[in-house]
């Protein structure tokens, strides 16, 4: 069974920095490398959404929404994705899950359908 784990959410004002942090087991139940990670929000009463993923090589790629503000980046260990986020606003207000999956699916259905996902954590931008 795939774990996946999401970690550093919490509540933060307008302006503020968030770190969240990612650790997905190395292979799935087919023993594949788990060689892409993701990170996605849902907004409440929304479908969930790509914020970026990021492959084994360290390449990300982000969505429009997160262009500027948020990077992704590899952990020490292996089969980590951190989510650094600057400058948040109110409108990122949402849960940010990870997943991890074989291949960096440009489909976000794919990735829905056969990525492994962890439980979400809560990000609240407040005043």
């Not at 982000?62 to 650094?84: D, H």
């Not at 940010?96 to 259905?109: I, R």
């Amino acid at each position: 069974q795939v774990q996946v784990a999401e970690s550093g959410g919490g509540s933060v004002q307008p302006g503020g920095s968030l770190r969240l942090s990612c650790v997905a087991s190395e292979f799935d139940d087919y023993g594949y490398h788990t060689y892409c990670m993701g990170w996605f929000r849902q907004f409440p009463g929304k479908e969930r959404e790509r914020v970026a993923i990021g492959d084994s090589d360290g390449r990300p790629i982000y969505a429009q929404s997160a262009k500027g503000r948020f990077t992704v980046g590899q952990e020490n260990a292996k089969n980590t994705l951190y989510l650094q986020m600057t400058d948040l606003k109110p409108e990122d207000t949402a849960m940010y899950y990870c997943a991890a999956a074989n291949h960096c699916y440009s489909n976000d259905k794919d990735w829905d359908n056969l990525g492994y996902w962890g439980q979400g954590t809560q990000v609240t931008i407040s005043s």
